[in-house]
C-alpha cells in the first residue's frame, strides 16, 4: 500500500502541481494509495508517525515535496522492518534528489517508485540543540553558521519567494546567500569528533555534518559524503577574509571533481560544535533557531527507501 505526503505549499505551490499529475497517473494505473496534503509545518512528521506507528502490513510512504517535506517525514518515521520510504522531489532546492541522482521528472520518479524491486539502506543523522537539548533528524546535512543563515533567507525572505513564484528557485538561494554573505562575520569556535579530538579555528563562517554531498540548492560541499557507511563529513569553512570564502563558495558550485580548497573535511561518527557567538542553525534547510552549541551524530543504515 502507497501512502503519499504531499507538501502542496512546496516551491510556490509547485507541490501542488506536480501533486495533481502524479494523482492522474496513480489513477490511470488503478494504483491503491492514500494521500495526505500538508498544510502547516509540522503536518508531514505527524502523518508520517501515525502512519507506521506499530507498522505490521507493508507500507510505502511516499514523501512528495522539498528536502524540508522529506525531513518532516523522516523525523516523524517508526523504522518497521514493514516501512519503506519514497520520494519525489518538488521543492526549489532537491539536494537529497541530487545526491542520489533520483529522477528530476515526477512521473519518471513515481513510476520507479512503483515498479523497482530494489532498496538500499541509508544513514540518517540527529541533530541535538537548544537549553532543552532537543533532538532533530536530518538526511542530507545540518549547519550552525552562514549556510543556515541562509537557509533561513531562502524560506522566509521575500526576495526568495518572489524568485520561486517567477521559477527561478536556483537564485531563491543564490541572491539571499549573497546577501548573507555580506552581511555575516566570522567567529571563533571548536569542533570535537568522535569526543577525543579537538580542532579550533579563529574565522569559522559555518560548520556542517553531511550524510550526502550537496545543500544549499546544489553546493557541493562535502563531495566524499557516502550515505551509507555509518560516518558525518563535517565541513569547516574557515577563512580569515570573505574573497577567499566568496572563491570557496563558487568552487563548491561548481564543483568539477576536484579538491576544494579552503574547505576543512573530517570524517566521525559523531561531532560538537562550538562558536564564541551564537548563529542560526538547520537541519536539511529547516530553521531550528540561534544556539552556541550543537552535537550532530550518524545513525547508520535505517532508512530503506526505494532506489
Not at 30 to 37: D, G, M, R
Request: a positive charge; glycine letters at 10%.
Amino acid at each position: 500500500m502507497y501512502f503519499f505526503i504531499v507538501n502542496p505549499h512546496s516551491s510556490a505551490g509547485k507541490g501542488e502541481r506536480i501533486w495533481k499529475k502524479l494523482r492522474k497517473l496513480l489513477e490511470k494505473e488503478a494504483v491503491c494509495y492514500e494521500s495526505y496534503l500538508t498544510r502547516r509545518p509540522g503536518d508531514a512528521r505527524a502523518c508520517a508517525r501515525a502512519l507506521t506507528e506499530n507498522a505490521r502490513d507493508i507500507k510505502v510512504i511516499v514523501a512528495v515535496g522539498g528536502d524540508g517535506t522529506l525531513n518532516e517525514v523522516l523525523d516523524g518515521l517508526h523504522f518497521y522492518p514493514a516501512v519503506a520510504l519514497g520520494y519525489i522531489p518538488a521543492g526549489s532546492g532537491n539536494d537529497f534528489a541530487r545526491s542520489l541522482r533520483l529522477p528530476a521528472n515526477p512521473k519518471r520518479a513515481l513510476k520507479k517508485i512503483l515498479t523497482s524491486p530494489y532498496y538500499q539502506l541509508f544513514d540518517y543523522g540527529v541533530l541535538t540543540y537548544g537549553n532543552r537539548a532537543e533532538h532533530r533528524r536530518f538526511v542530507v546535512s545540518a549547519g550552525i553558521g552562514l549556510d543556515a543563515e541562509v537557509c533561513v533567507c531562502q524560506q522566509k525572505g521575500i526576495l526568495s519567494r518572489i524568485l520561486r513564484c517567477l521559477h527561478l528557485e536556483r537564485f531563491s538561494y543564490l541572491l539571499p546567500g549573497i546577501i548573507r554573505l555580506i552581511l555575516t562575520k566570522p567567529s571563533k569556535g571548536y569542533i570535537i569528533l568522535d569526543r577525543v579530538k579537538k580542532i579550533e579555528f579563529n574565522h569559522i563562517y559555518f560548520v556542517s555534518a553531511h550524510i550526502h554531498p550537496y545543500e544549499g540548492g546544489g553546493f557541493r560541499f562535502a563531495p566524499g559524503a557516502d550515505g551509507s557507511d555509518g560516518k558525518l563529513l563535517v565541513c569547516v569553512v574557515s577563512h580569515s577574509s570573505k574573497q577567499k570564502l566568496f572563491r570557496t563558495l563558487v568552487s563548491a558550485l561548481l564543483y568539477r571533481g576536484k579538491r576544494l580548497k579552503g574547505i576543512r573535511l573530517y570524517e566521525c561518527q559523531e561531532a560538537a560544535f562550538y562558536l564564541e557567538q551564537p548563529r542560526a542553525v538547520h537541519v536539511d534547510g529547516e530553521d531550528c533557531g540561534v544556539w552556541g552549541r550543537v552535537e550532530a551524530e550518524c545513525i547508520g543504515k535505517k532508512i530503506k527507501m526505494i532506489v
